[in-house]
Structures are given as structure tokens and as C-alpha cells.
């Protein structure tokens, strides 16, 4: 039996496959990255390609930091290596609690179609970001 979703949603969207589930993301105003598996890491690499390609305008990305903190140590070792820009950090916006979303999103809600561009610093900048030590 499919997952059900969770105990917060008020509604739930099952789909036949991968390809429907995702299209359904290019019609969502905001997205929050959960610890998840891998497709759920597949989304969130299509959602920054996307959106670092102009494929899909830059909508909020938020991402757990204690679910994803080891992926983000992976983006910074790829900054290093030349094979993503810092600008790519300004993608998604790391936090800790589901506050700072909320608040994050009610700043957002008087703009029309709210950006990653407009999200405020939460728990890091692209700079601190980069210069945090990654866990092993």
C-alpha cells in the first residue's frame, strides 16, 4: 500500500510514476527538502537544475539541514572543484526548524510569485555555508 503521507497535509497526491510526480513540482510555489532517500534527493537535484538552468522559475527551496547535511558537504567540495558556482548555493536556503520556514514564508506571501532570490539569511549565507566545516 502507498505511503499515506503525513499527519500535517491536508491534501495527499498519489501518482503512477516518477514522471507525473515530478511534474506536479513545476506547479508548486515553495518546496521543503525532508530526510528522505533517493528519490527523494533525485527531486531536489531536478529542482536545482532546473531552476539554476532557467528551465523553471526560482521558486523557495527549503532543506533540512540535519537531514541533507552531508550533501551539503558535497556541494561545497564540488564549489571547490570548479563544477558548481556560489551562486548555486543561493538555491536553497538551509534551516533547522519548520519556524523558519513559516517565517520565511509569510515575508514572502505579499509578493505575487516569491523567489529564492527574496528568501532573507536564516541559518546560513552562501558564504557560511561554505565555510562550515563538513562532518565525516
Same mark, same amino acid.
Do not use: C
Given at each position: 500500500? /502507498? /505511503?499515506?503521507?503525513?499527519?500535517?497535509?491536508?491534501?495527499?497526491?498519489?501518482?503512477? *510514476?516518477?514522471?507525473?510526480?515530478?511534474?506536479?513540482?513545476?506547479?508548486?510555489?515553495?518546496?521543503?527538502?525532508?530526510?528522505?532517500?533517493?528519490?527523494?534527493?533525485?527531486?531536489?537535484?531536478?529542482?536545482?537544475?532546473?531552476?539554476?538552468?532557467?528551465?523553471? @522559475?526560482?521558486?523557495?527551496?527549503?532543506?533540512?539541514?540535519?537531514?541533507?547535511? @552531508?550533501?551539503?558537504?558535497?556541494?561545497?567540495?564540488?564549489?571547490?572543484?570548479?563544477?558548481?558556482?556560489? *551562486?548555486?548555493?543561493?538555491?536553497?536556503?538551509?534551516?533547522?526548524? /519548520?519556524?523558519?520556514?513559516?517565517?520565511?514564508?509569510?515575508?514572502?506571501?505579499?509578493?505575487?510569485?516569491?523567489?529564492?532570490?527574496?528568501?532573507?539569511?536564516?541559518?546560513?549565507?552562501?558564504?557560511?555555508?561554505?565555510?562550515? /566545516?563538513?562532518?565525516?
Amino acid at each position: 500500500e /502507498p /505511503p499515506g503521507g503525513n499527519g500535517y497535509q491536508t491534501i495527499s497526491l498519489d501518482h503512477q *510514476s516518477f514522471g507525473s510526480r515530478k511534474d506536479i513540482l513545476r506547479h508548486s510555489g515553495a518546496f521543503v527538502v525532508e530526510d528522505g532517500g533517493l528519490g527523494t534527493l533525485d527531486e531536489y537535484a531536478e529542482l536545482l537544475t532546473h531552476i539554476q538552468t532557467a528551465k523553471m @522559475d526560482g521558486k523557495p527551496i527549503f532543506v533540512y539541514e540535519d537531514a541533507w547535511h @552531508d550533501l551539503n558537504g558535497l556541494l561545497k567540495s564540488m564549489y571547490k572543484r570548479g563544477t558548481i558556482a556560489k *551562486s548555486d548555493f543561493k538555491l536553497f536556503k538551509m534551516v533547522n526548524s /519548520p519556524y523558519e520556514i513559516r517565517d520565511q514564508l509569510r515575508q514572502l506571501r505579499s509578493t505575487s510569485q516569491p523567489t529564492a532570490d527574496q528568501l532573507q539569511p536564516l541559518s546560513s549565507s552562501p558564504d557560511e555555508v561554505l565555510h562550515q /566545516p563538513s562532518s565525516s
